[in-house]
């Protein structure tokens, strides 16, 4: 028996403990055995089902400087402990951070089917950037634009980067709901009142995970799901819903980062301010799905020439003008609609459209519209019906 208690202590002294399921009011000659341990080289953590446990629990963790835990079962606590060193070892020798480890859930969910607890880590990952939302101070001064508008992309990255994910690897329609559902949940009005500049902002969240399925929907040429995402999800904000206008509306950077420009005094000679911004403060979301930031460039190029062709199509004038607009070099643009051209009517993209008609009636009316805006901009006049010749 004595070898037994000085293993037992040898235990105690040379490792952490994790407890959970034991109420220490009983075992007094193990909690006696944990009070003789001196050794403080590794934290101890108690896990108790909704913050309760003993007093002789809370006594010997107070001697230990524990760590309190609550709110999950033993069952429950240790699965959520595998899956995330599970997470972390397919990092394995590059840096990981808590963003990795759900983006490797991600992958896991994605791969086995694993709806359920894709559906709950989705759900909790907007929850945060709701909660994050919430906490705007929308009526006080903001001294730098640019530092909080960084802020809100650099909270909603991680959240961005599951939507790519389940966007660009998963199939059905359990997918693309889960991604409609997250779009309509961030469309409510969390701010009402308060600066206008900021209440417009507290959609940004919103605008960048739409950016980051619509980008990786096209990259896989899933103009279906693409098109879902513009007209399906509903808007829970109160004068869309009202005008019936649809949600990617809403979404448009005009409207969210209304004077950037003037906001931020880096983007005053822009001619694009909100696209040029846009583009190079969200690739991070795109680091699972684009290994290049070229291959990255042009599904954003290609993905605001069709957002601009959808607004287009509802005749909503809303002055967006894309920074594809103002590049001298645009064989991205005719590339990819000259090899549509020779598939007819067995193209894709034209799923997104009724047919090579509307497309090409699309490209005339927003050249129209875009070249009267872009030229008072600085840009070049564009004729975008040559594209589809």
Same mark, same amino acid.
Request: glycine share 6%.
């Given at each position: 028996?004595?070898?037994?208690?000085?293993?037992?202590?040898?235990?105690?002294?040379?490792?952490?403990?994790?407890?959970?399921?034991?109420?220490?009011?009983?075992?007094?000659?193990?909690?006696?055995?944990?009070?003789?341990?001196?050794?403080?080289?590794?934290?101890?953590?108690?896990?108790?089902?909704?913050?309760?446990?003993?007093?002789?629990?809370?006594?010997?963790?107070?001697?230990?400087? @524990?760590?309190?835990?609550?709110?999950?079962?033993?069952?429950?606590?240790?699965?959520?402990?595998?899956?995330?060193?599970?997470?972390?070892?397919?990092?394995?020798?590059?840096?990981?951070?808590?963003?990795?480890?759900?983006?490797?859930? =991600?992958?896991?969910?994605?791969?086995?089917?694993?709806?359920?607890?894709?559906?709950?880590?989705?759900?909790?990952?907007?929850?945060?950037?709701?909660?994050?939302?919430?906490?705007?101070?929308?009526?006080?001064?903001?001294?730098?634009?640019?530092?909080?508008?960084?802020?809100?992309?650099?909270?909603? =990255?991680?959240?961005?980067?599951?939507?790519?994910?389940? /966007?660009?690897?998963?199939?059905?329609?359990?997918?693309?709901?889960?991604?409609?559902?997250?779009?309509?949940?961030?469309?409510?009005?969390?701010?009402?009142?308060?600066?206008?500049?900021?209440?417009?902002?507290?959609?940004?969240?919103?605008?960048?995970?739409?950016?980051?399925?619509?980008?990786?929907?096209?990259?896989?040429?899933?103009?279906?799901?693409?098109?879902?995402?513009?007209?399906?999800?509903?808007?829970?904000?109160?004068?869309?819903?009202?005008?019936?206008?649809?949600?990617?509306?809403?979404?448009?950077?005009?409207?969210?980062?209304?004077?950037?420009?003037?906001?931020? /005094?880096?983007?005053?000679?822009?001619?694009?301010?909100?696209? &040029?911004?846009?583009?190079?403060?969200?690739?991070?979301?795109?680091?699972?799905?684009?290994?290049?930031?070229?291959?990255?460039?042009?599904?954003?190029?290609?993905?605001?020439?069709?957002?601009?062709? &959808?607004?287009?199509?509802? #005749?909503?004038?809303?002055?967006?003008? @894309?920074?594809?607009?103002?590049?001298?070099?645009?064989?991205?643009?005719?590339?990819?609609?000259?090899?549509?051209?020779?598939?007819?009517?067995?193209?894709?993209? %034209?799923?997104?459209?009724?047919?090579?008609?509307?497309? =090409?009636?699309?490209?005339?009316?927003?050249?129209?519209?875009?070249?009267?805006?872009?030229? %008072?901009? #600085?840009?070049?006049?564009?004729?975008? =019906?040559?594209?589809?010749?």
């Amino acid at each position: 028996m004595v070898g037994l208690k000085s293993l037992i202590k040898d235990v105690f002294e040379d490792f952490g403990l994790i407890i959970s399921g034991w109420s220490a009011t009983w075992d007094s000659g193990i909690r006696d055995l944990m009070y003789s341990v001196q050794s403080r080289r590794y934290s101890w953590y108690w896990n108790a089902l909704y913050d309760n446990i003993s007093p002789e629990a809370k006594e010997l963790l107070e001697f230990r400087d @524990g760590t309190l835990i609550p709110g999950d079962t033993a069952d429950s606590f240790f699965s959520q402990i595998k899956e995330n060193v599970e997470a972390i070892e397919m990092q394995r020798f590059q840096h990981t951070d808590e963003a990795e480890v759900i983006v490797n859930k =991600t992958k896991k969910y994605i791969k086995s089917n694993n709806y359920v607890d894709l559906n709950d880590l989705l759900i909790k990952e907007t929850n945060k950037t709701i909660e994050f939302i919430k906490k705007i101070e929308a009526s006080s001064e903001v001294d730098d634009y640019h530092e909080f508008i960084t802020e809100i992309i650099t909270f909603t =990255t991680p959240l961005g980067r599951v939507i790519s994910l389940i /966007s660009y690897y998963g199939e059905g329609n359990f997918h693309s709901d889960l991604i409609i559902k997250t779009f309509e949940r961030l469309s409510q009005e969390f701010i009402t009142s308060g600066l206008e500049q900021k209440i417009k902002l507290q959609h940004l969240p919103l605008t960048l995970v739409f950016y980051a399925a619509g980008l990786s929907y096209f990259s896989r040429e899933r103009f279906r799901d693409l098109n879902n995402i513009f007209y399906k999800p509903s808007s829970e904000e109160r004068m869309l819903k009202e005008r019936g206008i649809p949600l990617f509306e809403q979404l448009c950077l005009s409207r969210i980062l209304r004077d950037l420009d003037r906001l931020i /005094s880096s983007y005053e000679r822009h001619f694009a301010p909100q696209s &040029k911004f846009l583009s190079l403060n969200i690739y991070e979301m795109f680091v699972d799905v684009f290994p290049t930031e070229a291959e990255y460039q042009k599904n954003f190029d290609l993905f605001e020439l069709t957002l601009g062709l &959808k607004i287009e199509q509802q #005749g909503q004038l809303v002055n967006y003008i @894309g920074m594809f607009h103002f590049k001298m070099d645009k064989s991205t643009l005719f590339n990819f609609f000259s090899k549509g051209k020779a598939m007819g009517n067995q193209w894709d993209y %034209l799923q997104l459209f009724q047919g090579e008609e509307e497309l =090409t009636s699309l490209l005339h009316s927003y050249s129209e519209t875009f070249n009267k805006y872009g030229v %008072l901009a #600085g840009g070049n006049r564009t004729d975008y =019906t040559q594209l589809y010749k």
